[in-house]
């Protein structure tokens, strides 16, 4: 989720993996709120969509995603998170732009660190869809990715560090970029003894599953170490038979998957959705990970959920689900040594 030129750039993609199906489906996302609303047979004056805010953080949302979207519901939980309203262009105070602290906890070009062992990577500010509540809109992806420069910088950093066991590639959207480039990371990485683990941070799964073909899979089951494979679902609906189909692949390489959820009000703050959503993920072979308590970012007040309501529904999961299919809700303060659980002191 980024504003800057994406370092895929479609044509690029197409001359370097002509055999490729994903990137066809990556140019054929919708960015436009018309169209986006035209096919759910939706009118453009009932729903406040705002130039502004569109401005600020483009629209983005592949079709297939668009394709679980219910035709005629403006409150689709899953339309909620890709289209820009003037909502967002309210400032509301406590809302800033840094909410995470990023900025401070740069370690080198396109390295964050912010807790023991792990260094994470923002190997691109791409993404395939664009999801407005990212704490990521507002951020300049320009210089400050990983891949900048052939990686040496970030690699270096890493091998500089025998005390970082686990490397974590984010982004944006690890996923955005081709097999090849990840390899050529991943190839880097392999010389440097004290990595234990790979983590991979990535919505594509879930939101262009073609992303997740042979060749990424063949790339996956051969690293050299245990992998952690984070997705993103925030609601049920964003699972159908092609995302079931994707994560298999990917469990097929061994990787570990979880999932990490951003609580949203109006997308999936009341206790059916969130039981539904960690009922369908373990179906598909995730497990829950963490329930995020959203980073209060300009432009996304509009989704916050108190607290109280945040713990009244994460008891009420604990109360109706197995132990292991109940997210850990935390949330991210800059400058702590760990996510905080909630409550916060
Ligand atoms: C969230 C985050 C991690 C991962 O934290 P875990 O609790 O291990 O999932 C690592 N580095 C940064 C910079 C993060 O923001
Ligand atoms: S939430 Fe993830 S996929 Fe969505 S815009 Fe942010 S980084 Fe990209």
Redesign the pocket.
Same mark, same amino acid.
């Given at each position: 989720m980024i504003t800057a030129a994406p370092v895929l750039t479609p044509e690029k993609a197409v001359l370097t993996l002509p055999s490729d199906r994903w990137q066809a489906h990556w140019r054929q996302a919708i960015r436009e709120p018309e169209q986006l609303l035209a096919e759910l047979g939706l009118a453009p004056a009932d729903m406040g969509v705002s130039a502004e805010a569109l401005a600020q953080f483009p629209l983005r949302v592949p079709r297939s995603f668009v394709a679980r979207m219910r035709h005629g519901d403006p409150a689709d939980p899953l339309l909620r998170q890709v289209l820009p309203i003037d909502d967002e262009m309210q400032v509301v105070p406590g809302f800033s732009f840094d909410a &995470?602290g990023?900025g401070p %906890?740069k370690k080198a070009t396109g390295v @964050?660190?912010?807790?023991r062992g792990? %260094?994470?990577l923002v190997t691109t500010g791409s993404c395939a869809i664009h999801c407005r509540y990212c704490f990521r809109r507002h951020f300049d992806y320009a210089g400050e990715n990983a891949a900048k420069g052939g990686w040496q910088e970030a690699v270096a950093a890493i091998a500089a560090d025998p005390d970082i066991d =686990?490397v @974590?590639l *984010?982004g944006g959207d690890p996923l955005s970029l081709t097999t090849s480039k990840l390899a050529e990371l991943t190839e880097a990485l392999a010389g440097i003894g004290h990595i234990k683990r790979l983590?991979i941070h990535s919505r594509l799964p879930v939101v262009l599953p073609e992303r997740v073909d042979e060749e990424l899979v063949r790339w996956l089951a051969a690293l050299p170490w245990p992998v952690a494979f &984070?997705i993103h679902a925030n609601h049920a609906n964003e699972f159908d038979a092609s995302v079931d189909a994707a994560l298999s692949r990917l469990r097929a390489s061994g990787a570990q998957l979880l999932n990490q959820a951003v609580l949203l009000r109006g997308v999936n703050d009341n206790l059916d959705a969130l039981a539904a959503l960690s009922e369908r993920s373990f179906a598909a072979g995730v497990l829950p990970?963490?329930l995020y308590q959203i980073d209060r970012v300009q432009g996304v007040a509009h989704f916050e959920v108190s607290d109280e309501q945040a713990l009244a529904l994460h008891a009420g999961l604990m109360a109706r689900l197995s132990g292991y299919l109940v997210p850990k809700l &935390?949330r =991210?303060i800059a400058g702590d040594s *760990?996510?905080r659980p909630l409550p916060t002191a």
């Open positions: &995470v990023d %906890a @964050i660190q912010k807790y792990r %260094a994470l =686990e @974590i *984010s983590r &984070v990970y963490y &935390v =991210e *760990s996510k």
